[in-house]
């Protein structure tokens, strides 16, 4: 009447019931996340008496994943979210038990579940979202439960894991034993992953021969820290420095402002490893064509002139006859340190990882893969968000933040799944 134009209410009553049935099929269709679970679950073996099970495992890791993203992944926390969020899973699946679990059920199956079985489902969650870049850095490092101490671990049980620092995924973990060592187990592992192309770090621990050969045999390549514990190739690689000059080796280098009002300087120096005796590259597999390298790190405070200067040593087989090898030295140098940052300090400060109380070797093995399956999630939501919004991603304390409920985490995950299950 007024001359404006105005739907009629039976057009709006049709809207309104057309976006009911689109809400329902929503709800009624799991998501890709859902699905990438049902897939990968069967590597997840049962032991228990299937008659009486009352919690089918696929659920208690239905509801363990989205909670890892938010960090609860204690045995209280799972069994919190799972009665506070249950609606949610119930209206996606008719047979989603309709009673609360109990912590000491989630902590009873976390140790039922054989490490190895675990291993095997979380290498399959995380395989899918990794890219396959060219030059992909891989840190190898070991960190302590501080609070998982007994008597053949005083200072916390120890895990050994394989980082890629370019897609921040943890590619496996070892829980080491009480009478094992890193050594051991950084050879052993190097079989359970694929990486040819790759570039392995790692400390002077690790500069083992047995770890060498078996990286070079999995078509890999390494930049391995020299220190005293390999006391004669340590004293050969510093003469070989002691009298490099410009023109004989390829150089690097970089000046930044560090925090505390200090000015840094790295630079990195390459040498071919032939300079060495002909003993140690017959020793490291591959390093008759790889170089050695000397990465040197000053510092400078503004205020008061204090400087200081440290000089760290590497072999590598990283091809001396490559143009830009220096570059590549100087670049997996660095990108170790992206296990220490980028990993261990944000599973101690975001998840809690030294408060983890347990003795039991499945339990504190199977729980620390959620949290590093949390991580390796929510560095994927923020490299989206970056590639979105052309901008810097929020920190990982507020993504875990906002996703504390089920349907905000299962819309995280289907968001990072999505490409794997439509292909």
Same mark, same amino acid.
């Given at each position: 009447?007024?001359?404006?134009?105005?739907?009629?209410?039976?057009?709006?009553?049709?809207?309104?019931?057309?976006?009911?049935?689109?809400?329902?099929?929503?709800?009624?269709?799991?998501?890709?996340?859902?699905?990438?679970?049902?897939?990968?679950?069967?590597?997840?073996?049962?032991?228990?008496?299937?008659?009486?099970?009352?919690?089918?495992?696929?659920?208690?890791?239905?509801?363990?994943?989205?909670?890892?993203?938010?960090?609860?992944?204690?045995?209280?926390?799972?069994?919190?979210?799972?009665?506070?969020?249950?609606?949610?899973?119930?209206?996606?699946?008719?047979?989603?038990?309709?009673?609360?679990?109990?912590?000491?059920?989630?902590?009873?199956?976390?140790?039922?579940?054989?490490?190895?079985?675990?291993?095997?489902?979380?290498?399959?969650?995380?395989?899918? +979202?990794?890219?396959? $870049? @060219?030059?992909?850095? *891989?840190?190898?490092?070991?960190?302590?439960?501080?609070? !998982? &101490?007994?008597?053949?671990?005083?200072?916390?049980?120890?895990?050994?894991?394989?980082?890629?620092?370019?897609?921040?995924?943890?590619?496996?973990?070892?829980?080491?034993?009480?009478?094992?060592?890193?050594?051991?187990?950084?050879?052993?592992?190097?079989?359970?992953?694929?990486?040819?192309?790759?570039?392995?770090?790692?400390?002077?621990?690790?500069?083992?021969?047995?770890?060498?050969?078996?990286?070079?045999?999995?078509?890999?390549?390494?930049?391995?820290?020299?220190?005293?514990?390999?006391?004669?190739?340590? +004293?050969?690689?510093? $003469? @070989?420095?002691?009298? *490099?000059?410009?023109?004989?080796?390829?150089?690097?280098? !970089? &000046?930044?402002?560090?925090?505390?009002?200090?000015?840094?300087?790295?630079?990195?120096?390459?040498?071919?490893?032939?300079?060495?005796?002909?003993?140690?590259?017959?020793?490291?597999?591959?390093?008759?064509?790889?170089?050695?390298?000397?990465?040197?790190?000053?510092?400078?405070?503004?205020?008061?002139?204090?400087?200081?200067?440290?000089?760290?040593?590497?072999?590598?087989?990283?091809?001396?006859?490559?143009?830009?090898?220096?570059?590549?030295?100087?670049?997996?140098?660095?990108?170790?340190?992206?296990?220490?940052?980028?990993?261990?300090?944000?599973?101690?400060?975001?998840?809690?990882?030294?408060?983890?109380?347990?003795?039991?070797?499945?339990?504190?093995?199977?729980?620390?893969?959620?949290?590093?399956?949390?991580?390796?999630?929510?560095?994927?939501?923020?490299?989206?968000?970056?590639?979105?919004?052309?901008?810097?991603?929020?920190?990982?304390?507020?993504?875990?933040?906002?996703?504390?409920?089920?349907?905000?985490?299962?819309?995280?995950?289907?968001?990072?799944?999505?490409?794997?299950?439509?292909?």
């Amino acid at each position: 009447m007024d001359g404006k134009f105005r739907y009629s209410m039976n057009y709006q009553l049709r809207q309104q019931v057309e976006q009911m049935e689109q809400d329902k099929t929503a709800r009624a269709t799991p998501s890709a996340a859902e699905s990438a679970v049902r897939t990968f679950m069967p590597e997840i073996k049962d032991e228990r008496q299937q008659f009486k099970v009352v919690y089918p495992l696929d659920y208690v890791y239905l509801v363990a994943l989205p909670a890892g993203l938010s960090g609860q992944t204690s045995c209280v926390q799972i069994a919190d979210y799972w009665a506070n969020n249950r609606p949610a899973p119930e209206e996606y699946f008719p047979d989603f038990p309709r009673e609360n679990i109990s912590h000491d059920t989630v902590r009873r199956l976390l140790m039922l579940i054989d490490p190895q079985q675990f291993a095997s489902f979380y290498s399959r969650l995380v395989t899918p +979202l990794l890219d396959k $870049m @060219a030059s992909r850095i *891989v840190a190898v490092d070991g960190q302590a439960v501080r609070a !998982s &101490k007994n008597p053949q671990a005083a200072s916390g049980r120890y895990l050994l894991c394989f980082w890629d620092t370019e897609n921040g995924i943890a590619l496996g973990q070892k829980l080491i034993g009480p009478k094992g060592n890193e050594i051991t187990y950084a050879a052993e592992m190097v079989k359970d992953f694929d990486l040819a192309g790759c570039v392995v770090t790692a400390d002077a621990l690790n500069t083992q021969k047995e770890f060498a050969r078996e990286l070079v045999d999995a078509g890999g390549d390494c930049c391995l820290a020299v220190k005293g514990n390999q006391k004669h190739l340590y +004293l050969d690689i510093q $003469m @070989a420095f002691a009298d *490099v000059t410009e023109t004989r080796g390829k150089l690097w280098g !970089s &000046k930044c402002t560090l925090a505390h009002g200090r000015i840094g300087h790295r630079s990195v120096c390459v040498l071919p490893a032939s300079v060495l005796a002909q003993d140690h590259l017959d020793d490291w597999g591959g390093l008759e064509e790889g170089c050695i390298v000397r990465a040197t790190t000053s510092c400078e405070n503004k205020k008061s002139g204090d400087a200081s200067q440290l000089d760290r040593f590497f072999i590598s087989t990283l091809r001396w006859d490559h143009p830009f090898v220096a570059d590549q030295a100087a670049r997996a140098v660095r990108r170790h340190w992206g296990i220490e940052n980028e990993l261990h300090c944000v599973l101690d400060v975001d998840f809690y990882q030294d408060r983890t109380q347990c003795k039991n070797a499945n339990y504190i093995n199977n729980r620390i893969l959620l949290n590093k399956f949390g991580i390796a999630v929510l560095n994927k939501l923020q490299q989206k968000e970056t590639e979105k919004t052309g901008k810097d991603a929020m920190s990982k304390r507020r993504s875990m933040h906002k996703l504390h409920a089920v349907p905000s985490a299962l819309k995280a995950l289907s968001e990072v799944y999505a490409e794997v299950i439509h292909a």
